[in-house]
Nanobody
Framework: QVQLVESGGGLAQPGGSARLSCAASGVTRIVYTLGWFRQAPGKERKFVASITGIRGTRYVDSVKGRFTISKDNAKNMVYLQMNSLKPEDTAVYYC????????????????WGQGTQVTVSS
């Protein structure tokens, strides 16, 4: 059974940085996609970034140039480096896994972590 555990959330200042980590276990296939989604209060869960393999990355336009997704296969970890944070980046961030090429749709992902809160405020 796939398990995903996020960490690294917290309070950050506007313009600051934060790094989220997701530990994946129980992954049994070679081809899979790990994604990051976020959900602000009262809003739907939205795609942030995904990575398939080592170099197959995808980002939502609002984070391009600010966020970087990366993966360490040896450690079964996926990271989201977030720079130049804005108050509108405040949300609960979720790690998700799809046994395939993934997509920007949350419904494509069968496995989810519990989420980690990121608050951007001065």
């Amino acid at each position: 059974q796939v398990q995903l555990v996020e960490s690294g959330g917290g309070l950050a200042q506007p313009g600051g940085s934060a790094r989220l980590s997701c530990a994946a276990s129980g992954v049994t296939r070679i081809v899979y996609t790990l994604g990051w989604f976020r959900q602000a209060p009262g809003k739907e869960r939205k795609f942030v970034a995904s990575i398939t393999g080592i170099r197959g990355t995808r980002y939502v336009d609002s984070v391009k140039g600010r966020f970087t997704i990366s993966k360490d296969n040896a450690k079964n970890m996926v990271y989201l480096q977030m720079n130049s944070l804005k108050p509108e980046d405040t949300a609960v961030y979720y790690c998700a896994l799809d046994y395939g090429l993934g997509s920007t749709s949350a419904g494509q992902y069968a496995y989810w972590g519990q989420g980690t809160q990121v608050t951007v405020s001065s």
